[in-house]
Antibody, heavy 117, light 107 residues
Framework: QVQLVQSGAEVKKPGASVKVSCRASGYNYNNYVITWVRQAPGQGLEWMGWNNAYNGNTKYAQQFQGRVNMTIDTSTSTAYMELTSPRSDDTAVYFC??????????WGQGTLVTVSS | DIQMTQSPTSLPASVGDRVTITCRASQTISTYLNWYQQKPGSAPKLLISAASSLQRGVPSRFSGSGSGTDFTLTISSLQPEDFATYYCQQSYGSSYTFGPGTKLEIK
């Protein structure tokens, strides 16, 4: 059974990069695409981008271009999402999910990132 | 970018009610439309893909329909565990967007 397990909560000061991990079990990352979605407190879901482990291609939502870097380490079946120079309004729960034919399934449990001075 | 809207934003309902949530895309997306259920403190769960394809293990009281720009999610007889927030998501092309969500609340 496919499972995605994310790293624990982070507290960061504004401007200090944050990196969230997403480890897969039950399948081989080599053939999968991982996508990232965030949810600010009390708000809806916001798609951030995806990273294709097979060919290394990435696609970022326009509002995150230049601020986010998504990578995958296939040797450890772990995907990473790094947000550079975060601001207080980047405080959110960050989710990873497997992406296939436009469908997000399954999801990781989420990682709370708090950006505060 | 394709924008998604949902209505209503909030839907008070009772156990046993039949409810319908509407999702609209800013341009035609064929049937590239998925529905998710999210409960507080949990990750979203995929209910329906490709507008009307019910995922394995999802109760048959859930159904989806639509194509082009207008879509609906229907729950035929609400159960206590269905009170949650529902999101539509378009998957047309390589960029994706979610609707703002509909919160199904106990009346």
């Amino acid at each position: 059974q496919v499972q995605l397990v994310q790293s624990g909560a982070e507290v960061k000061k504004p401007g200090a990069s944050v990196k969230v991990s997403c480890r897969a079990s039950g399948y081989n990352y080599n053939n999968y695409v991982i996508t990232w979605v965030r949810q600010a407190p009390g708000q809806g879901l916001e798609w951030m981008g995806w990273n294709n482990a097979y060919n290394g291609n990435t696609k970022y939502a326009q509002q995150f271009q230049g601020r986010v870097n998504m990578t995958i380490d296939t040797s450890t079946s772990t995907a990473y999402m790094e947000l550079t120079s975060p601001r207080s309004d980047d405080t959110a729960v960050y989710f990873c999910a497997a992406l296939s034919r436009g469908v997000f399934d399954p999801w990781g449990q989420g990682t709370l990132v708090t950006v505060s001075s | 970018d394709i924008q998604m809207t949902q209505s209503p934003t909030s839907l008070p309902a009772s156990v046993g009610d039949r409810v319908t949530i509407t999702c609209r895309a800013s341009q035609t997306i064929s049937t590239y439309l998925n529905w998710y259920q999210q409960k507080p403190g949990s990750a979203p769960k995929l209910l329906i893909s490709a507008a009307s394809s019910l995922q394995r293990g999802v109760p048959s009281r859930f159904s989806g329909s639509g194509s082009g720009t207008d879509f609906t999610l229907t729950i035929s007889s609400l159960q206590p565990e269905d009170f949650a927030t529902y999101y539509c998501q378009q998957s047309y092309g390589s960029s994706y967007t979610f609707g703002p969500g509909t919160k199904l609340e106990i009346k």
